[in-house]
């Protein structure tokens, strides 16, 4: 840039007024504290204005920020904020329990996180109690003496029309982006995010949860199932085959093994995601774990819908643990401050590595457009991490976090990935929300899925990642690139129910692509059967079809790191 446009800017922003974002972030971390009284409070709590018009969202009169980490055309941005009205008059507290979902810990074997909701007119301090019990011995673990304990609320500025329709473009079909309208966007305050991590589970054993303040809905009953430790799988066996897979085909639909789980990606809210979330629990009992690859409620900067999107499938959630991987809806830029993924970060706690940093957008938009960088804007906490999952070590990467050489989730990644041991988890898979390799024509050749597979691909290819899953695409695909190195196999499950189908024109005649369907939503299951062999079914509905139709696509998967002269069955 140019030293007499940074001093214009300069001049500029010290003309104008400073405006911020009426927005503050409350974390809370305690760690096996028996008080539980707060040990780190962060808030930041400024004036707001009401806009005068739409123009004002995008408003040169505001104070502007050069932020170096955009492209040059977007250089310049305005840092201050016209949030509509001030936060929602507080209520009399509603002392119970919302949202309540499970997820993961580091070891699916032995750790557990349990986060829900309070009302946010309730006091962070408002007491809680979590006993997690083994199936016959009552009071096992008390979470709150055990584990990690973190509360997190934000303030962003949402759609807060009665009809969120009215949110959207005028003239727009009623699927596209929520854009940021002085007459309908406001403030919204989020509840509080309770987030329990309790470590030192029994591998192998199915656990009950009891949390107080009660659940809002009575029928919520928490429970989960630990993963088997050490792995069964990694028993060697001299069976053949065709023994396995006789004996696969016997066992599956009425054994659970303590090592399939769901794959879904871009599920949302409608009701094709309802019939695929309600197929998924119809299978819970012989799941272990639900993992979603990103563009999860489908929000779009209407943030009351990610309280609708919990509790719409909190029957499911609460009795199946989850992990999540973000998608381009997820990020949501805020419309005042270009802050990113407040709600997917604060509403959900996976395995962190470090606490997150969030930084803001280059560009206003709910999602990113199809070319567009997001790159270092996002990184650590739940941007990406990775699982041992019984025999099975299981990477979540972002896809909207910059991956190139020098950065955070390289720099990690390429440390983590060589460090896993595969005679204790044979099995390497990746979950990331844009898939590496694309077959249809909408999302062709993204920056953020370009960037991924330029330097992230060769370390997938070096340490024999088996698979990778991702989202995006609201179809199915599988692919198995080839060449004179291995390669894995990529797998996108993005039909998970949310709009339409991305039918197009291309021929999809890519020498990779060895399965398709653009017609049908559902999800897919990974049964890891043993350290060489794994098996991947699709689940699939369509609209005129409502139920499930197993095996509309599925494969025997070898593990060539560890090697097999065996060959797949059809």
């Known amino acids: 840039m140019s030293r007499s446009r940074r001093m214009a800017i300069a001049a500029t922003a010290a003309a104008s007024a400073l405006f911020v974002l009426f927005y503050w972030i409350d974390t809370v971390e305690l760690l096996s504290q028996q008080d539980h009284e707060p040990s780190?409070?962060?808030?930041?709590?400024?004036?707001?204005?009401?806009?005068?018009?739409?123009?004002?969202?995008?408003?040169?009169?505001?104070?502007?920020?050069?932020?170096?980490?955009c492209p040059e055309f977007n250089h310049v941005r305005p840092i201050g904020c016209f949030a509509r009205s001030p936060p929602p008059t507080p209520r009399p507290c509603r002392k119970c329990s919302s949202q309540i979902h499970l997820s993961s810990g580091k070891n699916v074997s032995s750790s557990i996180t349990i986060s829900f909701a309070i009302d946010y007119s309730c006091s962070k301090n408002e007491k809680v109690n979590v006993n997690i019990m083994a199936d016959g011995r009552p009071n096992d673990i008390s979470?709150?003496?055990?584990?990690?304990?973190?509360?997190?609320?934000?303030?962003?500025?949402?759609c807060m029309e009665d009809d969120p329709k009215k949110c959207k473009q005028p003239k727009s079909n009623v699927n596209e982006a929520h854009l940021?309208?002085?007459?309908?966007?406001?403030?919204?305050?989020?509840?509080?995010?309770?987030?329990?991590?309790?470590?030192?589970?029994?591998?192998?054993?199915?656990?009950?949860?009891?949390?107080?303040?009660?659940?809002?809905?009575?029928?919520?009953?928490?429970?989960?199932?630990?993963?088997?430790?050490?792995?069964?799988?990694?028993?060697?066996?001299?069976?053949?085959?065709?023994?396995?897979?006789?004996?696969?085909?016997?066992?599956?639909?009425?054994?659970?093994?303590?090592?399939?789980?769901?794959?879904?990606?871009d599920p949302g809210q409608d009701d094709e995601a309802?019939?695929?979330?309600?197929?998924?629990?119809?299978?819970?009992?012989?799941?272990?774990?639900?993992?979603?690859?990103?563009?999860?409620?489908?929000?779009?900067?209407?943030?009351?819908?990610?309280?609708?999107?919990?509790?719409?499938?909190?029957?499911?959630?609460?009795?199946?643990?989850?992990?999540?991987?973000?998608?381009n809806h997820d990020i949501e830029t805020d419309c005042c401050d270009w802050s990113v993924f407040k709600a997917y970060e604060h509403r959900f706690q996976m395995p962190e590595i470090l606490p997150a940093e969030l930084g803001y957008a280059c560009v206003q938009a709910d999602s990113s457009p199809?070319?567009?960088?997001?790159?270092?804007?996002?990184?650590?906490?739940?941007?990406?991490?990775?699982?041992?999952?019984?025999?099975?070590?299981?990477?979540?990467?972002?896809?909207?976090?910059?991956?190139?050489?020098?950065?955070?989730?390289?720099?990690?990644?390429?440390?983590?990935?060589?460090?896993?041991?595969?005679?204790?988890?044979?099995?390497?898979?990746?979950?990331?929300?844009?898939?590496l390799y694309e077959t249809y024509q909408k999302h062709l050749e993204e920056t953020g899925q370009m960037t991924m597979q330029r330097y992230m691909e060769p370390l997938f290819n070096k340490y024999k990642v088996n698979a990778v899953f991702s989202g995006h695409d609201h179809n199915y695909a599988r692919m198995q690139p080839h060449?004179?190195?291995?390669?894995?196999?990529?797998?996108?499950?993005?039909?998970?129910?949310?709009?339409?189908?991305?039918?197009?024109?291309?021929?999809?005649?890519?020498?990779?692509?060895?399965?398709?369907?653009?017609?049908?939503?559902?999800?897919?299951?990974?049964?890891?059967?043993?350290?060489?062999?794994?098996f991947w079914q699709?689940?699939?509905?369509?609209?005129?079809?409502?139920?499930?139709?197993p095996g509309t696509d599925s494969v025997y998967l070898i593990n060539e790191y560890v090697g097999s002269s065996e060959t797949t069955m059809p």
């Open 40 to 69: 780190t409070s962060i808030s930041i709590a400024t004036q707001f204005r009401t806009p005068d018009s739409d123009n004002d969202f995008l408003s040169s009169s505001s104070a502007l920020n050069v932020f170096e980490g």
């Open 143 to 158: 979470a709150n003496n055990t584990s990690t304990y973190r509360i997190k609320q934000y303030t962003s500025t949402s």
């Open 180 to 265: 940021c309208h002085a007459h309908s966007f406001g403030t919204y305050e989020s509840d509080w995010f309770y987030h329990i991590t309790v470590d030192g589970l029994e591998p192998d054993t199915h656990y009950s949860v009891e949390i107080d303040p009660p659940p809002c809905n009575a029928n919520t009953k928490p429970s989960f199932s630990t993963a088997a430790w050490p792995p069964s799988q990694l028993k060697k066996t001299s069976t053949s085959f065709e023994s396995i897979y006789l004996s696969h085909q016997k066992k599956a639909s009425t054994q659970h093994n303590g090592m399939k789980i769901a794959i879904v990606g």
């Open 274 to 327: 309802t019939s695929t979330f309600n197929g998924i629990e119809s299978m819970k009992d012989d799941l272990l774990l639900l993992v979603v690859a990103g563009d999860l409620s489908y929000a779009n900067r209407d943030h009351r819908l990610w309280d609708k999107w919990f509790n719409k499938y909190e029957s499911l959630f609460s009795t199946l643990p989850m992990l999540v991987t973000p998608g």
């Open 370 to 435: 199809p070319n567009y960088n997001f790159a270092g804007n996002y990184n650590y906490g739940n941007a990406y991490y990775s699982v041992v999952l019984g025999s099975a070590y299981v990477f979540f990467l972002n896809t909207y976090s910059d991956s190139s050489k020098k950065s955070p989730q390289f720099k990690w990644f390429s440390n983590e990935i060589k460090k896993v041991d595969r005679t204790v988890t044979p099995w390497l898979f990746v979950v990331t929300h844009g898939t």
């Open 483 to 534: 060449g004179k190195k291995f390669k894995p196999t990529y797998i996108t499950i993005g039909n998970g129910g949310h709009s339409r189908h991305q039918q197009d024109e291309k021929k999809h005649n890519e020498k990779w692509l060895v399965a398709m369907d653009w017609w049908s939503w559902g999800f897919g299951t990974l049964t890891v059967l043993n350290e060489t062999h794994a």
């Open 538 to 549: 699709t689940h699939f509905h369509n609209d005129t079809n409502i139920d499930f139709v």
